[in-house]
Structure formats: structure tokens, C-alpha cells
């Protein structure tokens, strides 16, 4: 679910939609799952959704770390964690484009 949750607004159960999902899913899957953050860097990102809002036919729903983490109710986090996702898997130039994203695996028990 990496780049997808963002087009699935509040008022549509995101996170019944993942938890549907996860009990279709067999012991051991893995959900791997990034979302737009909405508080970190919280002005810049609120000026990049009203760009965005503009520009794009479907609207970006972004949340905060707290939102994303019921996303993985059920789920085993791997290391890192819940993490702003260059802190997944660092480039080796350090580019932190990505930072404004949380991004995270959990494993199904």
C-alpha cells in the first residue's frame, strides 16, 4: 500500500480498508505502507496540498504519524518503525526528498 493511501479520504475508512485487507492475508504477510505526512514540516506541506489541491483532479489526503499507526493495528512493526521514509533505506547521497512521508512495514502475526 506504498503510495496509495493518500487517494483514500477519511470519510472512506482507510484504515477499514487496510484492516479488510489484513484479515485477507495469511499469517507472516506484510503490509508496507507510506503516506504524505501532515505534521511534519506541517506549513510546508500544508502550501504543497493547496498546490496540489489545484493542480490534481483527485484530492491528497495527508496525516499525521498517530493516523498512519492505526493503519498497523495487528501488525508486528519492523525496524525502524513508523519513520519519516528516508530513514528506511538511506541514499547513499543523502537525499531526503521522501522526508515528508511516513513510511513503515508490519508483519501479520
Known amino acids: 500500500m506504498a503510495g496509495l493511501m493518500h487517494c483514500v479520504p477519511d470519510e472512506d475508512d482507510p484504515a477499514g480498508i487496510v484492516a479488510t485487507v489484513l484479515r485477507a492475508v495469511p499469517s507472516g504477510s506484510y503490509l508496507a ?3 504524505p505526512a501532515a505534521d511534519i514540516n506541517a506549513t510546508g506541506m500544508a502550501r504543497a ?5 489545484q493542480l490534481m483532479p483527485v484530492k491528497i489526503t495527508y496525516r499525521t504519524r498517530e493516523q498512519v499507526a492505526r493503519f498497523f493495528a495487528g501488525t508486528e512493526l519492523l525496524e525502524p518503525g513508523l519513520v519519516s521514509a528516508p530513514l528506511w ?3 547513499p547521497d543523502g537525499d531526503t526528498t521522501a522526508r515528508s512521508v511516513w513510511a513503515g512495514v508490519g508483519r501479520k502475526p
Open 49 to 53: 496540498a493547496s498546490v496540489m489541491d
Open 89 to 91: 533505506r538511506p541514499l
Open 33 to 35: 505502507l507510506s503516506q
